[in-house]
């Protein structure tokens, strides 16, 4: 039984910010890379950021738009990972989606959480 579960959305005044979480089972975390994605209403999905470790190197990449605002982390001990989000704007409102793949044919995806950045 393979899962994703995301948390920690919910609605935040601009310049605030939060954690999101997203709890994996049925599959070994460590072999997979973790990523970030967010849809906002009548736009593309988009990867905001994502994580790979192997070998205790730790590689990450964020898109343009949060850089310098959001860090991404995991615990491979707890199956985690982390989305921290700060001097958050209105334009960061959307759906967060956890996104877990080992190769280019075997991925999983959590059922999202609401993240609604407005004074």
């Known amino acids: 039984q393979v899962q994703l579960v995301e948390s920690g959305g919910g609605l935040v005044q601009p310049g605030g910010s939060v954690r999101l979480s997203c709890a994996a089972s049925?599959?070994?975390?460590?072999?997979?890379?973790m990523s970030w994605y967010r849809q906002a209403p009548g736009k593309k999905r988009e990867l905001v950021a994502d994580?790979?470790?192997?070998?205790?190197?730790?590689?990450?990449n964020y898109a343009d738009s949060v850089k310098g605002r959001f860090t991404i982390s995991r615990d491979n001990a707890k199956n985690t990972v982390y989305l921290q989000m700060n001097s958050l704007k209105p334009e960061d409102t959307a759906v967060y989606y956890c996104?877990?793949?080992?190769?280019?044919?075997?991925?999983?995806w959590g059922q999202g959480t609401q993240v609604t950045v407005s004074s």
């Open positions: 996104h877990a793949r080992r190769t280019w044919y075997e991925d999983y």
């Open positions: 049925g599959f070994t975390f460590s072999s997979y890379g």
């Open positions: 994580i790979t470790s192997a070998g205790g190197i730790t590689i990450t």
